[in-house]
Structure formats: structure tokens, C-alpha cells
């Protein structure tokens, strides 16, 4: 929870009249155009560095070469098949990343073009999957005025102001623009957007315009290249009594076409606009191949001196159906609205520009009480909206479910053999429940949401990767609840199932079954999702440690959060199967599971030998979740079983780990096994999340993020980075792997979150900070809108535009929780011994009293980490 004196005032960041004149801002007075108070903004001159990817050391690719040649002839084999491997970092882009990415275009699931901050259209997504880097020159604003002359730009941006001949002003506010005439003349204006069909590959299929009552529109159907559906875009403007609006359907870059490009811009400079006959003109033919066919609409208006007049602007696409490689073919969520024809882009920009204002002032009401919560430090609310980027250019994909039913039925057409040997019921495990194959809960949509999917990131393509849908998922519960219980019941379903086709894993070779039953997914598939899971290949993720732990985690806390019984009760038969698969790891009968010598969780290159800090911890807090999901659902019987497995894990875990200022590493006995992990109290994180009582004494965490913050914080550049994942006891960061190096700006998020929620508010902001410094500041190294999973302490990138940075909004859980978290009665943790019958517990209590350790972080009830 937040505290009245939490933060210092901050100078701010930025004056509004460093990019706008103060005679400008007086014109603009409370105008749409005039710059928002809280915003992320660049100069039209800041300079876009190229961005530098991380490189791995020498020692690191010598360990990782046969790795690398397995999964080299791995993409080559999917390429032959004309599919994406999941992972491939030998494929480079022609287009190299810099630091010149801006807001993403779209709505979650519906595809996203990305400008830059300099307004050029790129980053295309509209394709599931595809992602093409460039910038498509033709798609662009320019400016004519009169007398004829001509101020072009590839696309005037969202975050400056363009002077045309220090006499007149254009702001644009995604495409709401204003014109301010500052001089002594009337000047008349035009103002022209151009599209080229092939932004997205293939052939203009046919284009057309459309003249109704306030606005007119071109729109262009693309055929896709490689078979994939067709994409038409509709562009418009607003037409009243200060603007016209003319439009020009078609014209070509070559000189083939009818009308050329040279000759659209002479009708432009000799007329300012276009010929409203154009209106009347019907479709065009289709083009020829290798040509790029255009279109353009313009609106042109008068400007009094002293004068100002705002042109609106309106893209939109439309691509109904998705196709994913291996067949199946679904239609977006937004046809239940608008209908599964191509030409429903039209009515999508008609209501972009009838109704963007109420758009804007519903954001507005949602965004304000954080933005006005003086509390909170201005940098923390401009990335806190900002990261949110994500949902729109992640490769987002939301299906509508009625094309999931005609899916299910395909399915359910095609059921099991007779003599297939799948268990229905294992009678040889004590479950709760019977273990069952495919079933159509696969589709379940009765929160008639539909199903979602985003990316892991643009360079992992995995749908919905759960170890880091396990920090990011804070943002959907949040802003989307039901699209988040959604992904929960996918995964539920995704437990009880199997999968016996073989997999090579590729980093040590051996084959495999895909899915087994009891197993966490660690995804719902890349080329057939929810079919075909685990896209993932490098390791056998049936034997990882922290995915299990997560799933009841993320469900008890989801539960917790919505008070959905009804969610609970679905997902009850996934959670015990889920937590039973787990003791299979605990090796010696201890309570406590260990992990197997190799990189066996999130940190898959960062390898783990018996008990762990991360995933004990989260074994620790799935039990205590566990036991308060059945308590809720009237499961006592095995309520208690957790808690009495709980009791015996606990002490083995502090015996084993904790060494007097925090929880080593692992319990192995190599070097690094002492090494100070950035993300040890990940189960602590949401055990608080969750309202359940904390899993260690309040001294004993608050000593742990402390010796973090003074460690993996702020001995990298003085907390200006992040925290580094590992950290050796002597200061020096663990060079392990690539992974112990490396910040992940995810885990950075979710440790401050940790701060927040356990009284520790000036730890944490500063903290998350670092991660505001060093990729959204223009100062840092120019990371905004395209935040990567992970970056070195010299900020070289791994994986741009990744998941896992949505943890920030873990951060506004911990300081404004839901209220059924804030209302939920309270449980000391001496109360979690009324669910264990007397006998047991007196056992317990004598095997704690033999293995705690003595070693103490505090010699008082005083914070006081100097002796750790």
C-alpha cells in the first residue's frame, strides 16, 4: 500500500514549451491538440541509435555449441515445411532495430502497425506470426500549401511539432492534426495521407472509395503472399464546413499505372486537392505484378491568421480470418461485432471517427486517478500505460468462439481409438480426480470472451509462454480479468491432457513425448495453437520445476482477486493434478522438491542442482495456495495435506538455503551456488499478491530484498539498469551463463513489486527505475515501445518487444489491490496449524525444532541488514 510522504517530488522530466513555442500553447489554450501533461516524447531531431544486441562469451558458446547445431538444422528443417521455428537466433532482419520505435497502431488481436517517433508507418503485424521491420516510404503524411509549394515528410510525427516556413504549426495527435497559423495571411492547407497496398506483401486484389455524410474513404484489398487471407485497409476524413475532403483511389509508383505518382503530386500543387469525380470512379483493376499500387485522401481548409483548424484522420484494417500454418483457420473477435466481410474495414474507420472523442474520454477517466496520484513519480505513470504497448504489438490474436465451436466439433468427430491406451481415470494415483484426454472444455467460452493468445515475444514465437505469462499475467488481471481467467482455463485443460508424439529436445538431444499428463504446458503451441502445445523443444519442460508451481499460484491468485467460484471449480481438477505430478521431485522424502542439474525453469540456461531459492519458494507458496483453494471449495481433507507438506518443506528449505541475510542460490556446491538471485522470493511475491500470510518471518524478507537492492541493484551502475539476475556475496555479478549476467527488466518489475508489498516503497521505485532509465529516458539506450526481455550491464538487448516487462503493472496491484484481496480476513500464520490434526503437527514441530538453522538476520525487531 502506498504512504502519504512515499515519493519526493522529482523535478519533472520535461516542459511542455521545449517542444512546442509558448505563443503556440496560448493558440492551442485547452485544445484536443495541445500536448497531454503526462506523456512519453521525443523531438523530431533526437537521434535513433542503432541498437546493440548481446553477444555471448566465448566460454558460453563453447557450452552451447551443440545446442546451436541442433537447432540450426532444426530451423532448416521447419523452413522446408514453410514454418517459423519457435526460436532462431541466426536469422537476422535486413532492417536492424533502433531506438526510433513509437506507439503502436490496433486493437489487441486484430493485428498492429507501429510508427516511429518520427511517424513513419512500421513493424508490421497484421499477419499472426509475421512481423515485418521496415518502414513502407508511401505510407505517409505531407503538407501542401498555398501559394504551390510543397513541405513533405514520410509521416509527421506523433510527439512534435512540424513549422512550416515560421508561419504555420501542425500538431498531430495519433491522426487528430491541428493546424495554427501564427503569421499575418490566410493560408490555405492540405493535408494528404497515401497507402501502398503491398505494406504487408502480395497484390492489390481491388480498391475503391466510399463517400458518406461527415467523412470519405479510400479502402485497398491486399492478397497476402504464402496463402495467408486477405487484408483491406480503409483510410478517411472528417468533411465539414472548414474542410474537403477529396480522394484518389488509385495511382502507381511506376510508370505503368494509369496514374502515377508524379502526376498525383502535380494535381496536388497546382489544385490542393483532388477531383471529387473521383467519388464516382468504381473499383479499380487489380495490380500487376511488381507493381505498388497507391491511394490517397486529402483534406484541405482554409486558416485564418491567428486561426487554427483540426483535421482528423482515420486508418483501419480489416483481415477477418486467421490462418495459422498447420490448417486451422478461425475469425477474429471483432466479426461478432462488425460482421466477417473484408469491407467491414470500412465501418471500422467510420466509427474510429465517430466515436474516437468518447474513446478518448473513457481513457482519460481510467488513466486519471493514477496520473493525478501525486504520490507516484511522473517517469512511473508514463511507462506504467506505455508497456502496455504489448497487448497490441506482441502478436496479439483473439478469436471469436463461434469459429472455436465448428473447431471443437472437428474434433470431437474425430475422438480417440478404441484401443487407444490414454488413461481416462489412473487408479494407481490417490487424485482428487480422474485424468482425462481431450475433451471439448478445450473451447470453453463461458465467460463469451472468446480466446486470446499473445507472443512470448517477436523473437520467441510461442503463444501464451506460461513461465513468463506468470509476470505478465498482473496486467490482464487488471485491465482484462476475463480474458486472464480464460488463459487459466486453457492451461487447466492443457494439464489433463497428453500429447505422445516425439520431440527432439535440443539441448541434449534426447526424444521425448510433447505433452504428458500433469504437466504445465510450457505454451499453447506456435503453428496449431491449443492442438499442438509446447512449441518449445530446447529442454523436456515435462520435468521442469517452477511451471506447475505457477499455474496454482496464478489460479489461487486469480481465484482470490475475482471471488469466481465458479473459475475455482473448473480449475480444481487441473490444480490437485497439477500438484501431485510435483512430488515426483522430492527425491528424498522431504517435502521439499529439488531440481536436476540442469536449467530445469524460467532461467533455462542458468542451471539448478537440488533445492533452489526460486523454485522451492515457489513450491513452498503453490502448497499454501493449494491448501487455500480447497478450503474455499470445501476440500479440507486435502487442505490439510497441503499444510502438512508445507510444515515439513519449509524448515528443509531454510536449513538448506538460507545463510544469515538471504536464500543461497541452490543447495549445490559449486561456486555460484552462494550467488544472490535478483527473483529468490518469487513465491513470497504472490503468496502477498494473494493475501495469504507470508511464507518466512517479516525480518527474514525484508533482509533478503534488502541485501538485493544493495547488491543486484545498486552495484550496476549505481541503480540506474535494473537488478542483475545474479550477484556474487563479494559484489561482482555471476558470469555462470548469459542469464546470471543479464538484467531482465520483467524480474526487475516484479522484485519492486515485492518492495511495494512489503512496506519497502523508496527500495522499489528506485529499483524500477532503473529499468525507466535505461530503456525509456533519452538518456538510456533506447528500448521505449519495444522493451526487451533482457539487457547486459553495458545494455546490450536480448529480445525486443518481449512479455515479461507487463510486470509492471504487479507494481499497481501491490499499491492498489483488488478489494477482495484488502477485505479478505486476515490469517496469522499460526492459524495455518488449525488445519493439521494434533499428532501430525507435534511431529512436525519436533523435526523444525532439529532443523532450523541458528544463524539470524536480526538481533533486534529493528531493520538492520548490516549484518547480513
Known sequence: MVSGNMFYRRKRSWRANDLVSRSTLQLLDFDDGSPPEYAWRRKLSSHANRLKEFNVTFREAFKMMKLGLRLWSYIREEASHGRKAPIDPFTRESDRPSASQGVPL?????????????????????????????????????????????????????????????????????????????????????????????????????????????????????????????????????????????????????????????????????????????????????????????????????VEPNGRCTVVFSLAWSSPKIKFKKGNEYYRRYTKFYGTSPRSAINLVQDSLMKYKHWEEEIDKWQSPILHDERLPEWYKVILFNELYFLVAGGTVWIDSESLMDDTNEMLNSRLPEDSDLP???????????????????IDDRENVGKFLYLEGIEYFMWCTYDVHFYASFALLELFPKIELSIQRDFATAVLREDRSRVRFLADGTWGTRKVIGAVAHDLGAHDPWHELNAYNIHDTSRWKDLNPKFVLQVYRDFAATCDMSFGKDVWPAVCTAMEYMEQFDHDGDGMIENDGFPDQTYDAWTVRGVSAYCGCLWLAALQAAAALARSLGHHDYAERCMVKFAKAKPVFEAKLWNGSYFNYDSGTSYNSRSIHADQLAGQWYTASSGLPPLFDEDRIKCTLQKIFDYNVMRVKGGRMGAVNGMHPNGKVDETCMQSREIWTGVTYSLAATMLLHGMDSQAFTTAEGIFIAGWSEEGYGYWFQTPEAWTIDGHYRSLIYMRPLAIWAMQYALSPPRSILEAPKVNTMDRTSYISPSTLQFLQDSVRKMTPKNSCFGSNSLNCDEC
Open 106 to 302: 490496433g486493437g489487441m488481436g486484430s493485428g498492429s502497425i507501429s510508427r516511429g517517433f518520427r511517424g513513419e508507418f512500421k513493424h508490421w503485424q497484421i499477419i499472426p506470426g509475421s512481423c515485418e521491420m521496415s518502414a513502407v516510404m508511401a505510407n505517409q503524411f505531407s503538407v501542401t500549401r498555398n501559394p504551390a509549394m510543397m513541405v513533405y515528410h514520410p509521416g509527421i510525427g506523433n510527439y512534435e511539432v512540424i513549422v512550416l516556413h515560421t508561419m504555420h504549426y501542425f500538431l498531430e495527435r495519433g491522426l487528430s492534426m491541428m493546424i495554427v497559423n501564427t503569421g499575418k495571411e490566410r493560408a490555405k492547407v492540405s493535408l494528404v495521407m497515401t497507402w501502398a497496398v503491398n505494406s504487408i506483401g502480395g497484390l492489390s486484389h481491388h480498391s475503391g472509395e466510399e463517400n458518406m455524410e461527415f467523412l470519405a474513404c479510400f479502402y485497398i484489398t491486399s492478397k497476402t503472399a504464402n496463402g495467408n487471407p486477405p487484408v483491406t485497409f480503409a483510410v478517411a476524413a472528417c468533411e465539414n464546413q472548414n474542410v474537403n475532403v477529396t480522394v484518389l483511389p488509385a495511382f502507381g509508383l511506376s510508370g505503368e499505372s494509369s496514374i502515377t505518382a508524379r502526376e498525383m503530386w502535380g494535381t496536388l500543387l497546382q489544385d490542393g486537392c483532388f477531383d471529387r469525380d473521383n467519388f464516382s470512379a468504381g473499383p479499380s483493376m487489380p495490380s500487376s505484378l511488381g507493381d505498388t499500387v497507391c491511394a490517397a485522401v486529402c483534406a484541405s481548409t482554409w
Open 424 to 442: 481416462l481415470c489412473d487408479s494407481t494415483r490417490k487424485s482428487a480426480v480422474p485424468l482425462i484426454g481431450l475433451t471439448p472444455h478445450i
